[in-house]
């Protein structure tokens, strides 16, 4: 059972434009979301998250969105750069009590390729 | 945030043997994980590396196989035992505290011949 999921395996887009990377979950009883991209050859790199409780967050050029009625969320990314091209994965976390277990649960990961 | 070394980067190793693989963070760290990649996967969770006890394995996954040590709140270690081709994968350490973010290590790919 595949709680988290891109269904998007992969994404091209100009230089310059909006990139939107789009997740779906499954399970409501989620905590907080995470977005990690990752090049090849080395470890996921944490980008942003969000708590169940907003529904925006913003860092620089990377914006994530939620919605919990739909239970989807989004990783916006304005302007795109080639440097950005990479997989991007988003995982989802639960807390337990007031200690966060610290599980994740991850999506399959979309392919972004920003053309010059 | 903390500077994770794994080691080995990468490794090819016949069928039958086990590979012990190590997780070394900068800074004292409450929380050590192991996750694997397996090709065109996404990243699952094998286990809680817990500091002086037992580590917390998830479903699918036995300590019997995924041997896990952490002897202090820096070091940890994962052994994948009798390998088989199906454990070919990205095998990825991660750190994290309470409220922050888990960060991980640049991953072991292991190859099983």
């Known amino acids: 059972d595949q709680q988290v999921k891109q269904n998007s395996p992969s994404l091209s887009v100009q230089e310059g434009r909006i990139s939107i990377l789009n997740c779906d979950y499954t399970?409501?009883?989620?905590?907080?979301f995470l977005w990690y991209k990752k090049y090849p050859a080395e470890g996921p790199t944490f980008l942003i998250s969000i708590s169940s409780i907003k529904d925006k967050n913003e860092d620089g050029r990377f914006t994530v969105f939620l919605n919990k009625s739909a239970k989807h969320l989004s990783l916006h990314i304005v302007p795109s750069q080639p440097g950005d091209s990479a997989v991007y994965f988003c995982?989802?976390?639960?807390?337990?009590?007031?200690?966060?277990?610290?599980?994740?649960?991850f999506g399959q990961g979309t392919t972004l390729q920003v053309k010059p | 945030s903390a500077v994770i070394s794994q080691k080995p980067s990468r490794d090819i190793c016949q069928r039958g043997t086990s590979l012990t693989i190590q997780c070394q963070v900068d800074?004292?760290?409450?929380?050590m994980f192991w996750y694997r990649q397996q090709p065109g996967q996404s990243l699952t969770l094998i286990a809680t590396?817990?500091?002086?006890?037992?580590?917390?394995?998830e479903s699918g996954f036995v300590i019997d196989k995924f041997p896990i040590s952490r002897p202090n709140l820096t070091f940890s270690t994962l052994t994948v035992s009798n390998m088989s081709p199906e454990d070919s994968s990205i095998y990825l350490c991660?750190?994290?505290?309470?409220?922050?973010?888990?960060?991980f290590g640049d991953g072991t790919r292991l190859s099983i011949l």
């Open positions: 590396a817990n500091q002086g006890s037992e580590a917390t394995y």
């Open positions: 800074s004292q760290v409450t929380m």
């Open positions: 399970n409501s009883m989620f905590d907080y």
């Open positions: 991660s750190v994290g505290d309470q409220h922050q973010p888990q960060h």
């Open positions: 995982a989802a976390g639960i807390v337990v009590g007031s200690s966060n277990t610290g599980k994740l649960i």
